[in-house]
């Protein structure tokens, strides 16, 4: 694969020298027209990279906005949680070059540049979720977009034949974008909204409402979505109560299809967005009426059990990750029982990719084996943890720490989910924005577990996991591990992370597995910096751990993976 993209695209984009008008043109077009569903988002975004000086050069404005466009799709699907300034400023910059040339654009062009409205405007709620945003400069940003995106779709649906393809779900986008606006109630603390801004948005819920509840649409996720912001935009003007609201959204959800016994044909986005605006509503409404936790804990497990069935798919990815980051997480505190929330956690974001899954479970055997032989030869250097004073303590309890470091384990790459397209890319090596998505996973894991109080002591192995051991190199920078409280458990995932990711001979096929002895090597050169030296010392020092590692890595993986497996088939059932 790599000889083809050398041949077929590097041979432009590593010398744009070669680029000619017929080739950049047609090459532009088709990924201007496909990009939403390509998985490689990075060979996209590189295409799109070497054709922006060669169109700046020649003043082609129109070639530039479909370049800003693959660039804003690019980095959605890298991981929209993370590059989220970066979607939206290539969107803004899309948006302004699609309205100053729209006249000069063909019916293709203008239809699917409403796309770029839709990105941008879904950016926009998403970080109305961020309490560091500002809400008020957002909701300013925000109506600009919004009134600018009504008068340029109603321009191109006034242009095209609706009943072809590429315009057929022009109404059903319109409606989305009007849509939008009204949902940053359910976003945002109440205080911050004007009554005048109340009532617009309320106004705007309103119209959108009655349309799809006159026939304009078939998608039940579209109708349960505005009617569910219509609702709650009228319970902040204090025409409507929370009881009934309560009633309405879990009639509602009777109506979802069960994924379970429907099959996944109908876990589509809009179901997902309703299942998002279903999960805000009851948390923001459970604040003040606490009885209403136990319908929010059922709507919040069918989520869940949607996210686990959905199959991969480019688009539903992003509406995904979305989801997951920014209701169901927050939430899954409410389920309170620590085992429930730790197979709902797994369920929707590590044995979503299986070669996450795979390295989690043997980066969890990894870190038993050696913990089982430090408790019992070293037992000192767990004291402290877990609310031990001795080593005695320590060694009575076994259990709970071999329990606790496998958890931990489990946990320690959650983040991961948000970078699904770069895990995915197992036919050759990453490139440089690539890795720099991979790096933010274990910032995002430990922002997850922090938003869950029974897990938040997972916190800091997971966001500390990529670290050095002396702190000096890794990441995230920002985290300090050396001033972890957790640091023996972070120095413990880092070498079993390690251990498991040279070995692997499946998420990595792009080179050359490593035998343990050859790790074992890389481990004591970097002893004292890279890693813990009194963990490495340990590990080399062991004739017996050694062998047992050496098996675990070269002789019992497959049946790892077999259990992995039957993991998720039990985790589709039970949840």
Excluded at 240 to 264: K, Q, V
Aim: a negative charge; aromatic letters at 10%; one cysteine or more.
């Amino acid at each position: 694969m790599e000889k083809v993209l050398d041949w077929h695209i590097r041979y432009f984009t590593q010398t744009p020298e070669h680029w000619d008008e017929e080739t950049a043109g047609s090459l532009l077009s088709y990924l201007f027209r496909n990009c939403i569903q390509i998985d490689d988002s990075e060979t996209c975004m590189g295409v799109a990279d070497s054709l922006i000086p060669y169109y700046e050069g020649r003043k082609n404005e129109i070639a530039l906005m479909k370049c800003c466009m693959v660039k804003m799709v690019g980095y959605a699907s890298l991981d929209t949680v993370d590059w989220a300034k970066e979607i939206y400023a290539w969107g803004k910059k899309a948006l302004a070059l699609y309205e100053s040339t729209f006249d000069r654009l063909n019916e293709e062009e203008s239809s699917m540049g409403i796309s770029i409205y839709d990105y941008v405007t879904d950016q926009l709620t998403e970080m109305a979720c961020r309490r560091e945003e500002d809400g008020r400069k957002l909701y300013t940003e925000y109506l600009s977009v919004y009134k600018k995106s009504m008068e340029m779709i109603d321009r191109v649906i006034a242009s095209v034949d609706l009943t072809e393809k590429l315009h057929s779900t022009l109404p059903n986008i319109r409606i989305l974008l009007q849509s939008r606006p009204a949902t940053m109630v359910i976003r945002r603390p109440p205080e911050e909204f004007t009554e005048e801004q109340l009532n617009f948005l309320n106004e705007t819920a309103k119209k959108v409402y009655e349309k799809v509840t006159d026939g304009q649409t078939n998608e039940f996720g579209i109708v349960a979505v505005n009617e569910i912001t219509y609702l709650m935009t009228e319970r902040l003007l204090g025409r409507e109560n929370d009881e009934r609201i309560r009633s309405r959204i879990m009639e509602l959800e009777s109506m979802f299809s069960d994924p379970r016994r429907d099959g996944t044909q109908q876990c589509d986005s809009m179901l997902l967005d309703a299942d998002q605006i279903i999960i805000l509503s009851m948390s923001q409404m459970s604040e003040k009426n606490p009885a209403m936790v136990s319908d929010l804990k059922k709507v919040l497990k069918m989520a869940i059990q949607r996210v686990i069935t959905l199959p991969h798919r480019t688009f539903s990815e992003y509406v995904l990750c979305n989801g997951v980051y920014y209701s169901i997480c927050p939430n899954l505190k409410y389920l309170e029982d620590r085992k429930e929330i730790v197979q709902s956690l797994l369920g929707i974001t590590v044995f979503r990719q299986m070669q996450t899954a795979f390295h989690t479970l043997m980066v969890g055997r990894c870190a038993m084996l050696i913990t089982d032989r430090l408790i019992e030869e070293r037992p000192e250097l767990f004291t402290g943890q877990l609310g031990t004073r001795s080593r005695e303590e320590v060694k009575r309890l076994k259990k709970t720490f071999m329990d606790f470091v496998y958890l931990a384990a489990l946990l320690h790459d959650v983040g991961k989910l948000f970078c699904s397209a770069v895990i995915n890319m197992q036919y050759r090596k990453i490139t440089d924005i690539e890795f720099q998505t991979i790096k933010f996973h274990p910032g995002t894991g430990g922002e997850i577990l922090s938003m869950i109080p029974q897990l938040v002591e997972f916190h800091d192995i997971a966001a500390g996991h990529h670290r050095s051991f002396d702190g000096k190199t890794g990441y995230p920078m920002e985290f300090d591990n050396t001033k972890s409280s957790k640091k023996v458990f972070i120095d413990l995932i880092t070498i079993c992370d390690s251990l498991d990711a040279a070995t692997d001979t499946l998420g990595r096929n792009y080179t050359t597995a490593k035998t343990f002895e050859q790790v074992l090597a890389e481990l004591q050169a970097g002893a004292g910096r890279r890693y813990s030296d009194v963990l490495v010392d340990f590990i080399s020092s062991s004739g017996t751990l050694k062998e047992e590692l050496t098996k675990l890595i070269e002789e019992d993986r497959g049946q790892v993976y077999y259990e992995g497996y039957m993991i998720l088939d039990r985790m589709s059932d039970e949840i």
